[in-house]
């Protein structure tokens, strides 16, 4: 079993910065990605939606269009923790921002992942 806990989260200026992580722990040997989605206000878990991914053994990613250029996913296999930076952030990236852990291959879809931390929230102000 693998458990994730998310950190980071805060109240920022529109413009600002901040970087996310995620702290894995558990059968890691059996995850191939982590994931970040976020949830904005307002919105169901089925409207999570998908913003990086990035996989555990090579460090390839993939990202959503909408945050390209602004926000870059990393790990650090030693630690067990995936980081999401942020940058250039706007008001509509206010959401509790998740981490998910996958045995597939850089998955887009919520359905593929198999664990989930419990959020940690990003408010922007303008």
């Known amino acids: 079993q693998v458990q994730l806990v998310e950190s980071g989260g805060g109240l920022v200026q529109a413009g600002g910065s901040l970087r996310l992580a995620c702290a894995a722990s558990?059968?890691?040997?059996?995850?191939?990605?982590i994931g970040w989605f976020r949830q904005a206000p307002g919105k169901s878990g089925k409207e999570r939606e998908f913003?990086?991914?990035?996989?555990?053994?090579?460090?390839?990613?993939a990202y959503a269009d909408f945050v390209k250029d602004r926000f870059t996913i990393s790990r650090t296999n030693s630690e067990s923790t995936a980081y999401l930076t942020m940058n250039s952030l706007k008001p509509e990236d206010t959401a509790v921002y998740y981490c998910?852990?996958?045995?597939?291959?850089?998955?887009?879809?919520?359905?593929?992942?198999?664990?989930w931390g419990q959020g940690t929230q990003v408010t922007v102000s303008s």
């Open positions: 998910a852990a996958s045995m597939a291959p850089l998955p887009r879809a919520r359905s593929s992942y198999e664990t």
């Open positions: 558990g059968r890691m040997f059996s995850v191939y990605s």
């Open positions: 913003v990086a991914v990035i996989s555990w053994n090579d460090g390839s990613t």
